[in-house]
Each structure stands twice: as C-alpha cells, then as structure tokens.
C-alpha cells in the first residue's frame, strides 16, 4: 500500500500542476480584452465647480483620446475639441447619480493605440461660455488589444482615477467635481440654444447637445447652428451647399457651404477628403471677406475619392 501511495503522489502534482497553469491563462489573457466597460459609482456625490450643486442630466461623459500626440492641459482647453476623438458616448443619470457604458475597441490605430492613455472626459454642454468641464484618467486606463476575441472585459472605473486634468476626482466628499471653463462659444451659441428648445429640451443633451440630432436629418445641432438650420425640423440648409466645376480635365470642382454670420467667428468648418475611409486628409479652406460661407476646393483627378464635412467651436 505503502508503494502505491507513494506512485500516486506524483500524478496528482502533475494534474494540479496542469489546473493552475489553466487558471493563470484566463487570468492573464482578460488584460487584453478588447470590450471595454468604464462607469463611476452609483450614488455618488458628484459636484459643480461651486461645490454645493450636484451634477444633472446635462452632463454627458465620453470615453476617448486626443489626436496627433496632443497633450491636454488646464491651459489649452479651447484645443481639446480639435484633438479629441471619442470611442463611446453616454448620458449621466441624475437619478442614480452615475454614468455606466460599454464599448468594443476594434482598431488600435492612432489614437487608441496599445498602450497608449485613455481619457474620460464630462461636460455640460448647454451652458455655452460656462460649461462645466472634468477630465481624468489612470495609470490603469491603457488601450488594450483590438478585436482579440477574448471573452474577459476591461474594467475602468472613475474611482481609479489617479489624475485629474481638469476638476476633481475621488475628494474627501465626492467622486467628481467638475470645473468652469471659458470654452470661446460665446452668447450667440447660447441665444440658439435658448431660441431653438425648450427648458426641458435643454436639460436633455441628447435633445440639445451639440451633437446631437433630434429631428434625425443627419446634421446635428452644431452643424445646424452653423449653416442656419432649424434642430426641430428637416430642412435643407445643409443643402444649400453649391457645386461648381472649376477644371474639366482634372475633374476639379468647388463646393460652398453656407455659415451664418453667428457661427461665423466661433466655429471652424473643415473638410476631409480620404481615397479608402481609414486615413483622412484636410482639404484647404477658402473665406471670402463679406460673405457669410466657406469654400472647398477639390481636384480628384481619376481617384476615387470620399469626403466628409465636420464643425467644431475653435
């Protein structure tokens, strides 16, 4: 007995040998998970600037990165806009005084490449010329694998957060605080708000938020407000946009898109051109003193080419 026992002993450390490696694999792959699930804590205190008001339905929060290397600061809060990218969007809930979304990363090209810092960025985005602002992020919040097809998700938690470059994170007292900023969208962008919605619709992002798009036309409120549109009612002033041809031989032509005299000094209008929907390319913007439009001038040759307008408060 004495020497089966003994035999046996090593076949048993063999198979939990064997067990503990198998555990320690699916512990170490779920790293690399590319769904990502980032929240904050439910039922927590998250204030305002002031310290005393508590965070409500306007706020929305983003989970992104900035472009070309771009480093964010307190003191360049009116480039943030121009360099961010955001992977996901989603609403806070005043009643339960949370945020909570999930997302699939699918590339890790620039700017979510490995490794490399996320951000989750909140802001009040009907207040205009003070809006309230936090940004955060971790140590912890890196880019994982894209689309590897592991089952584990990455978790990133607001009470994580080691830095804040902006507002507040994990006070004494609360869990966020945002800050105010002088953003330059100055009272004309506020009048529009207040002209187009009303007080509920203000206190609704997804209403009134300048990305978002309520009469499902395909320009969202920022474009709206540039080119004159109504955000209540499908119209055509994005259709307004002229097209001229310039050149026969080189396919050249220009495209005009209307701007308001309002938006004419806060917003930027840029156009992108791209030949496989991946990489993007700016195309030179034309401004002609005393008119109330932007020009695009465009020669594409025997390329095929993609284009798309985007807008963004300078």
């Not at 943030?80 to 699939?104: E, I």
């Not at 890790?108 to 989750?120: D, Q, R």
């Amino acid at each position: 007995m004495g020497t089966l026992n003994n035999a046996s002993f090593p076949m048993t450390g063999i198979r939990l040998f064997v067990l503990f490696l198998v555990c320690l694999s699916g512990v170490s792959t779920g790293a690399f998970a590319s769904q990502i699930n980032w929240r904050s804590s439910i039922a927590a205190t998250n204030l305002t600037s002031d310290g005393t008001t508590l965070m409500n339905g306007s706020f929305e929060f983003q989970l992104g990165s900035f472009t070309n290397g771009f480093l964010p600061t307190a003191e360049n809060v009116s480039e943030w806009d121009g360099h961010w990218q955001a992977l996901d969007t989603t609403a806070y809930n005043q009643t339960t005084r949370f945020f909570s979304s999930s997302v699939l990363l699918t590339t890790n090209a620039s700017p979510f490449a490995l490794g490399t810092s996320g951000y989750i960025w909140g802001r009040n985005k009907i207040q205009g010329a003070d809006n309230e602002w936090i940004l955060m992020r971790s140590v912890r919040w890196r880019w994982p694998v894209a689309n590897n097809g592991v089952a584990f998700p990455v978790e990133w938690e607001v009470d994580e957060s080691t830095i804040a470059i902006l507002g507040e994170a994990n006070g004494a007292n609360f869990q966020m605080k945002s800050a105010r900023v002088e953003t330059g969208n100055s009272n004309a962008a506020d009048d529009w708000l207040a002209a187009h919605f009303t007080a509920a619709q203000l206190a609704d992002p997804s209403v009134s938020g300048w990305d978002a798009d309520p009469d499902k036309d395909g320009s969202h409120n920022l474009l709206e407000f540039t080119t004159g549109g109504d955000p209540l009612k499908i119209d055509s002033e994005i259709s307004a946009t002229t097209w001229s041809q310039t050149n026969p031989a080189t396919k050249g032509f220009t495209l005009k898109l209307p701007v308001t005299p309002a938006a004419r000094d806060l917003v930027a209008v840029k156009m992108q051109f791209s030949t496989t929907l991946k990489v993007w390319l700016p195309l030179p913007a034309q401004e002609t003193p005393g008119e109330n439009s932007v020009s695009f001038s465009v020669t594409p040759g025997n390329a095929s080419l993609y284009y798309r307008l985007a807008v963004a408060f300078k």
